[in-house]
């Protein structure tokens, strides 16, 4: 139960630095600076200006934040099965993200 409280405090510490960080891409219209994905320019790291530089660290943020996320839901289900208060939590998660997964998908077609 102690390594699934860390991976939970360091996925809440990483989640709020990437909602701060996502703010600063919004408010500094940063956010179109990269026009293909998942590199940017046909590159990992194209320093090519702030705009550039901040789009590119809130992407390998959020690609951290989903590792962790991922890690976290697969240690509940795998050392806590027999924990309700965690196990409904993580089973509503992944219930939700798969819905959104959906929804987006419906979208696109």
Do not use: N
């Not at 590792?67 to 939590?89: F, M, N, Y």
């Amino acid at each position: 139960m102690k390594i699934i409280r860390r991976i939970a405090w360091v996925t809440v510490g990483f989640t709020y630095f990437l909602i701060a960080l996502g703010g600063t891409v919004r408010v500094s219209d940063s956010g179109l600076s990269c026009p293909d994905w998942p590199l940017c320019f046909g590159k990992a790291f194209d320093p090519a200006g702030i705009h550039v530089l901040l789009e590119q660290f809130h992407r390998y943020a959020a690609s951290i934040v989903s590792v962790l996320i991922v890690s976290l839901v697969v240690s509940v289900l795998i050392w806590a099965r027999k924990e309700r208060q965690l196990l409904i939590p993580v089973c509503s998660c992944l219930f939700s993200c798969w819905r959104r997964l959906c929804w987006a998908h419906l979208q696109c077609s």
